[in-house]
């Protein structure tokens, strides 16, 4: 399956960070699946009309997530997301994101129920996970 990225040079948001959510989003909304292949890095950089060492940072950090891996001479490809932290540490990490997502709201004056309506559009939007439970620790 092929994914479209597309990149916005005047964004504070770093380009190789707009290629990772943008993959990690294509992957939790089901547009990528495990296996499906990847551009190559010089074929990215050519497309985005950007430097490969910005798409090997987003591929590399990709990768030490597990998200992605190299397969040598073949190319690279979405693999089975392995479990990397606790659940404790899963919700250590995503506080301070949230906190800020809530934050950002509270100074463009949405009320609550709209950030929860935004929240559960978009969760609405990712491809449940195979099996249907999670694994706590």
Do not use: C, H
Not at 112 to 127: D, F, S, T, V, Y
Request: glycine share 8%; no cysteine; proline share 4%.
């Amino acid at each position: 399956m092929t994914i479209n990225l597309n990149i916005n040079t005047g964004s504070n948001t770093p380009i190789y960070k707009q290629i990772t959510d943008q993959v990690r989003m294509a992957v939790a909304s089901g547009r990528l699946a495990v296996d499906d292949q990847l551009p190559s890095i010089r074929a990215l950089a050519e497309r985005l009309v950007i430097n490969p060492n910005t798409v090997a940072r987003a591929y590399a950090d990709l990768a030490r997530e597990g998200l992605i891996e190299s397969r040598a001479g073949r190319g690279v490809f979405v693999t089975r997301k392995r479990k990397m932290f606790t659940r404790e540490e899963g919700w250590r990490r995503l506080e301070p994101l949230m906190d800020a997502v809530i934050g950002e709201a509270m100074v463009l004056d949405f009320t609550p129920q709209e950030l929860r309506e935004a929240i559960e559009k978009k969760l609405g939007q990712w491809k449940p996970q195979k099996g249907g439970s999670r694994n706590d620790e």
